[in-house]
Protein backbone atom coordinates (compact mmCIF):
# COMPACT_ATOMS: atom_id res chain seq x y z
CA UNK A 1 0.00 0.00 0.00
CA UNK A 2 1.34 3.47 -0.78
CA UNK A 3 1.77 5.23 2.76
CA UNK A 4 0.74 8.68 3.07
CA UNK A 5 1.70 11.24 5.65
CA UNK A 6 0.44 14.60 6.52
CA UNK A 7 2.02 17.36 8.75
CA UNK A 8 1.73 18.91 11.02
CA UNK A 9 -0.49 16.68 13.04
CA UNK A 10 -2.40 20.20 14.50
CA UNK A 11 -2.23 23.44 14.16
CA UNK A 12 -3.28 26.59 16.06
CA UNK A 13 -4.65 29.53 14.07
CA UNK A 14 -6.96 32.67 13.77
CA UNK A 15 -9.66 34.05 11.96
CA UNK A 16 -8.33 35.60 8.57
CA UNK A 17 -5.29 33.35 8.62
CA UNK A 18 -3.57 31.84 5.86
CA UNK A 19 -2.86 27.95 6.38
CA UNK A 20 -0.73 25.67 4.53
CA UNK A 21 -0.90 21.87 5.12
CA UNK A 22 1.29 19.36 4.05
CA UNK A 23 1.34 15.55 2.44
CA UNK A 24 3.63 13.17 1.23
CA UNK A 25 3.26 10.30 -0.24
CA UNK A 26 5.81 6.70 -0.56
CA UNK A 27 5.85 7.04 -4.10
CA UNK A 28 5.38 8.88 -7.11
CA UNK A 29 1.23 9.18 -7.56
CA UNK A 30 1.53 11.96 -10.15
CA UNK A 31 -1.50 14.35 -9.24
CA UNK A 32 -3.72 11.76 -7.68
CA UNK A 33 -4.19 13.26 -4.03
CA UNK A 34 -7.46 14.28 -2.75
CA UNK A 35 -8.34 16.64 0.58
CA UNK A 36 -11.48 16.01 2.63
CA UNK A 37 -12.88 18.01 5.54
CA UNK A 38 -14.24 16.51 8.75
CA UNK A 39 -15.85 18.57 11.55
CA UNK A 40 -16.81 17.67 14.85
CA UNK A 41 -19.32 14.55 15.14
CA UNK A 42 -19.72 14.93 11.23
CA UNK A 43 -19.04 12.67 8.03
CA UNK A 44 -15.57 13.92 5.78
CA UNK A 45 -16.49 16.17 2.94
CA UNK A 46 -14.74 16.17 -0.16
CA UNK A 47 -12.81 19.10 -1.00
CA UNK A 48 -10.43 18.76 -3.32
CA UNK A 49 -9.12 15.83 -5.59
CA UNK A 50 -6.48 15.59 -8.61
CA UNK A 51 -4.43 17.84 -6.55
CA UNK A 52 -6.14 21.16 -7.65
CA UNK A 53 -9.60 20.22 -8.81
CA UNK A 54 -12.03 21.56 -5.91
CA UNK A 55 -15.13 19.89 -5.47
CA UNK A 56 -18.52 21.46 -6.17
CA UNK A 57 -19.51 23.87 -3.90
CA UNK A 58 -16.12 24.57 -2.22
CA UNK A 59 -15.19 28.24 -1.51
CA UNK A 60 -11.91 29.07 -3.62
CA UNK A 61 -10.55 30.42 -0.14
CA UNK A 62 -9.15 26.30 -0.63
CA UNK A 63 -6.73 25.59 -3.15
CA UNK A 64 -4.08 22.46 -3.27
CA UNK A 65 -1.05 22.10 -5.39
CA UNK A 66 1.71 19.27 -5.81
CA UNK A 67 2.63 16.51 -7.66
CA UNK A 68 4.94 13.29 -7.37
CA UNK A 69 5.04 12.55 -3.93
CA UNK A 70 4.67 16.28 -2.37
CA UNK A 71 1.28 18.25 -1.80
CA UNK A 72 -0.25 20.99 -0.20
CA UNK A 73 -3.44 21.99 1.02
CA UNK A 74 -3.63 25.87 1.24
CA UNK A 75 -7.18 28.11 3.25
CA UNK A 76 -6.07 31.77 2.01
CA UNK A 77 -8.03 33.72 4.24
CA UNK A 78 -9.43 31.18 7.87
CA UNK A 79 -13.24 31.54 8.54
CA UNK A 80 -14.88 30.51 11.73
CA UNK A 81 -16.23 27.75 9.83
CA UNK A 82 -13.01 26.25 8.24
CA UNK A 83 -11.93 24.79 11.83
CA UNK A 84 -12.05 20.76 11.41
CA UNK A 85 -10.08 18.21 10.94
CA UNK A 86 -8.30 17.92 7.20
CA UNK A 87 -7.25 14.72 5.96
CA UNK A 88 -5.56 14.07 2.18
CA UNK A 89 -5.90 10.65 0.75
CA UNK A 90 -3.84 9.03 -2.55
CA UNK A 91 -6.62 7.98 -4.79
CA UNK A 92 -3.83 6.58 -7.39
CA UNK A 93 -3.53 3.15 -6.44
CA UNK A 94 -6.13 0.53 -4.33
CA UNK A 95 -6.69 0.54 -1.34
CA UNK A 96 -6.95 4.20 -1.36
CA UNK A 97 -4.51 5.40 1.95
CA UNK A 98 -5.29 8.48 3.89
CA UNK A 99 -2.94 10.72 5.91
CA UNK A 100 -3.01 10.77 9.52
CA UNK A 101 -5.18 14.31 9.40
CA UNK A 102 -4.49 17.69 11.01
CA UNK A 103 -6.17 19.04 13.32
CA UNK A 104 -6.61 22.89 13.00
CA UNK A 105 -7.91 24.70 15.69
CA UNK A 106 -8.64 28.67 16.69
CA UNK A 107 -5.72 30.51 17.85
CA UNK B 1 -29.12 15.09 -6.19
CA UNK B 2 -26.79 12.37 -4.38
CA UNK B 3 -27.41 10.98 -1.21
CA UNK B 4 -25.88 8.11 0.69
CA UNK B 5 -28.74 7.54 3.53
CA UNK B 6 -27.04 4.81 5.68
CA UNK B 7 -28.61 2.89 8.30
CA UNK B 8 -29.12 3.66 12.01
CA UNK B 9 -26.47 3.19 15.27
CA UNK B 10 -25.93 -0.23 16.26
CA UNK B 11 -25.94 -1.19 19.84
CA UNK B 12 -24.54 -5.33 20.03
CA UNK B 13 -22.12 -7.99 22.32
CA UNK B 14 -19.15 -9.47 20.95
CA UNK B 15 -19.62 -12.56 19.51
CA UNK B 16 -22.84 -11.10 17.39
CA UNK B 17 -23.38 -10.82 14.25
CA UNK B 18 -24.51 -7.38 12.65
CA UNK B 19 -25.12 -5.89 8.96
CA UNK B 20 -25.54 -2.04 8.23
CA UNK B 21 -26.60 -0.35 4.88
CA UNK B 22 -26.24 2.55 2.88
CA UNK B 23 -28.87 2.87 0.39
CA UNK B 24 -28.08 5.16 -3.03
CA UNK B 25 -30.23 7.36 -4.34
CA UNK B 26 -29.78 10.82 -6.83
CA UNK B 27 -27.69 8.91 -8.91
CA UNK B 28 -27.23 5.95 -11.47
CA UNK B 29 -26.58 3.68 -8.07
CA UNK B 30 -25.09 0.34 -10.48
CA UNK B 31 -22.79 2.00 -12.16
CA UNK B 32 -20.67 3.85 -9.67
CA UNK B 33 -18.39 1.93 -6.46
CA UNK B 34 -19.30 2.33 -3.25
CA UNK B 35 -16.89 1.88 -0.49
CA UNK B 36 -16.46 1.69 3.22
CA UNK B 37 -14.27 3.61 5.61
CA UNK B 38 -13.82 3.06 8.88
CA UNK B 39 -13.02 5.37 12.11
CA UNK B 40 -12.44 4.54 15.48
CA UNK B 41 -13.48 6.69 18.45
CA UNK B 42 -10.52 9.49 18.15
CA UNK B 43 -8.88 8.26 15.15
CA UNK B 44 -8.84 8.57 11.72
CA UNK B 45 -9.86 7.11 8.59
CA UNK B 46 -9.11 3.72 7.07
CA UNK B 47 -9.84 2.34 4.19
CA UNK B 48 -12.18 -0.72 4.35
CA UNK B 49 -12.94 -2.27 0.53
CA UNK B 50 -15.31 -1.33 -2.25
CA UNK B 51 -18.01 -2.80 -4.23
CA UNK B 52 -19.17 -1.90 -8.10
CA UNK B 53 -23.13 -3.11 -8.32
CA UNK B 54 -23.64 -3.33 -11.72
CA UNK B 55 -21.07 -7.04 -11.25
CA UNK B 56 -21.07 -7.01 -7.49
CA UNK B 57 -17.21 -6.87 -8.05
CA UNK B 58 -15.30 -6.46 -4.70
CA UNK B 59 -12.11 -5.28 -3.31
CA UNK B 60 -10.90 -5.34 -0.03
CA UNK B 61 -8.51 -3.60 1.94
CA UNK B 62 -5.80 -6.20 3.22
CA UNK B 63 -6.46 -5.13 6.90
CA UNK B 64 -9.94 -5.94 6.65
CA UNK B 65 -9.85 -9.09 4.08
CA UNK B 66 -11.36 -12.36 5.79
CA UNK B 67 -12.93 -9.71 8.49
CA UNK B 68 -15.81 -8.48 6.91
CA UNK B 69 -18.28 -9.12 3.86
CA UNK B 70 -19.29 -6.01 1.81
CA UNK B 71 -22.57 -7.18 -0.57
CA UNK B 72 -25.02 -5.30 -2.44
CA UNK B 73 -28.52 -5.53 -3.53
CA UNK B 74 -28.21 -3.55 -6.72
CA UNK B 75 -32.23 -3.98 -7.30
CA UNK B 76 -33.01 -1.41 -4.33
CA UNK B 77 -29.70 0.44 -4.82
CA UNK B 78 -28.36 -0.66 -1.47
CA UNK B 79 -24.81 -1.72 0.10
CA UNK B 80 -24.16 -3.82 2.99
CA UNK B 81 -21.40 -4.06 5.64
CA UNK B 82 -21.60 -7.08 7.60
CA UNK B 83 -19.24 -8.87 10.41
CA UNK B 84 -20.25 -12.69 11.26
CA UNK B 85 -18.72 -12.53 14.67
CA UNK B 86 -18.37 -9.46 15.88
CA UNK B 87 -15.07 -7.69 18.43
CA UNK B 88 -15.33 -5.20 20.76
CA UNK B 89 -12.22 -3.72 18.97
CA UNK B 90 -14.96 -3.27 15.88
CA UNK B 91 -16.78 -0.08 17.44
CA UNK B 92 -16.17 2.25 15.36
CA UNK B 93 -17.94 4.54 13.04
CA UNK B 94 -18.70 3.32 9.72
CA UNK B 95 -19.35 5.38 6.62
CA UNK B 96 -19.85 3.97 2.94
CA UNK B 97 -18.61 7.03 -0.10
CA UNK B 98 -19.48 6.93 -3.44
CA UNK B 99 -16.48 6.62 -6.03
CA UNK B 100 -16.44 9.47 -8.41
CA UNK B 101 -16.60 8.44 -12.16
CA UNK B 102 -15.35 11.88 -13.62
CA UNK B 103 -12.05 11.85 -11.33
CA UNK B 104 -9.24 9.48 -12.07
CA UNK B 105 -8.17 6.76 -9.66
CA UNK B 106 -10.21 6.26 -5.95
CA UNK B 107 -11.37 8.87 -5.53
CA UNK B 108 -15.14 9.58 -3.21
CA UNK B 109 -16.84 12.47 -4.20
CA UNK B 110 -19.91 11.92 -1.71
CA UNK B 111 -19.73 10.50 1.82
CA UNK B 112 -22.77 8.69 3.93
CA UNK B 113 -23.56 10.69 7.32
CA UNK B 114 -22.34 7.18 8.79
CA UNK B 115 -23.37 4.26 11.22
CA UNK B 116 -22.08 4.23 14.69
CA UNK B 117 -21.45 0.84 15.93
CA UNK B 118 -20.62 -0.18 19.76
CA UNK B 119 -19.50 -3.84 20.62
CA UNK B 120 -19.71 -4.65 24.08
CA UNK B 121 -17.39 -7.36 25.55
Known amino acids: DIQVTQSPSSLSASVGDRVTITCRASRDIGNYIAWLQQKPGKAPESLIY???TLQGGVPSRFSGSGSGTDFTLTISSLQPEDFATYYCQQHNSYPPTFGQGTKLEIK | EVHLVQSGAEVKKAGESLTISCKGSGYDFINYWVGWVRQMPGKGLEWMGIIFPSDSDTRYSPSFQGQVTISVDKYINTAYLQWSILKASDSAMYYC??????????????WGRGTLVTVSP
Open chain 2, 97 to 110: ARRSNDASGWYSDF
Open chain 1, 50 to 52: AAS
